[in-house]
T-cell receptor, first 112, second 114 residues
Framework: AQSVTQLGSHVSVSEGALVLLRCNYS??????LFWYVQYPNQGLQLLLK??????LVKGINGFEAEFKKSETSFHLTKPSAHMSDAAEYFC??????????FGQGTELSVKP | DAGITQSPRHKVTETGTPVTLRCHQT?????MYWYRQDPGHGLRLIHY???????DKGEVSDGYSVSRSKTEDFLLTLESATSSQTSVYFC?????????????FGEGSRLTVL
């Protein structure tokens, strides 16, 4: 069965610093992986997705993620944090029938 | 924005009362999902639907039922609400059934059971 683990329920960075949000997955089949972002009192929106076309995936708002099969990881990064990046971020894996299984979420705070 | 409307957006009810949450979509997508979001648990799948009158259970389906009589509407019912069902409920839709298709989410329905 597929599962996702996000390391760190809360991450705090300074504005302009590197953002690194960690995600490890478990999957018995080649995975499809997603990162979603949730701003306060809103639904989730897709940041990026990995569908086996390329291991480095670029998403919206300057975020990117690298699929590393040997490490079963799909970490999310952004070179320079902006105040508007403060939100909760969810990593997810798609199971064989197309259902998304989410990690516990990581809340990102950005300090001025 | 994906055409997904959840209603009600906020509801306070008492233990033991029935509650129905509605998800309405204008995208004509075949696949619809109900998730609940709780701190420390991320989003957990309650029920999902692959089409009209075609539904199945997710990982936290106990105490919930669903119905889908039309493509555009997916109803989530709590037959007898309990305090453990206090949560934020999200509806999501997907065009494709294969794994690469992304989910589009509604704005959420916040339910408080006293």
């Amino acid at each position: 069965a597929q599962s996702v683990t996000q390391l760190g329920s809360h991450v705090s960075v300074s504005e302009g610093a590197l953002v690194l949000l960690r995600c490890n997955y478990s999957s018995s089949v080649p995975p499809y992986l997603f990162w979603y972002v949730q701003y306060p009192n809103q639904g989730l929106q897709l940041l990026l997705k990995y569908t086996s076309a390329a291991t480095l995936v670029k998403g919206i708002n300057g975020f990117e993620a690298e699929f590393k099969k040997s490490e079963t990881s799909f970490h999310l990064t952004k070179p320079s944090a902006h105040m508007s990046d403060a939100a909760e971020y969810f990593c997810a894996v798609s199971d064989a029938r197309g259902k998304l299984i989410f990690g516990q979420g990581t809340e990102l705070s950005v300090k001025p | 924005d994906a055409g997904i409307t959840q209603s009600p957006r906020h509801k306070v009810t008492e233990t033991g009362t029935p509650v129905t949450l509605r998800c309405h979509q204008t995208e004509n997508h075949r696949y619809m999902y109900w998730y609940r979001q709780d701190p420390g648990h991320g989003l957990r799948l309650i029920h999902y639907s692959y089409g009209v009158k075609d539904t199945d259970k997710g990982e936290v389906s106990d105490g919930y039922s669903v119905s889908r009589s039309k493509t555009e509407d997916f109803l989530l019912t709590l037959e007898s609400a309990t305090s453990s069902q206090t949560s934020v409920y999200f509806c999501a839709i997907r065009e494709q059934g294969i794994g690469t298709g992304e989910l589009f989410f509604g704005e959420g329905s916040r339910l408080t059971v006293l």
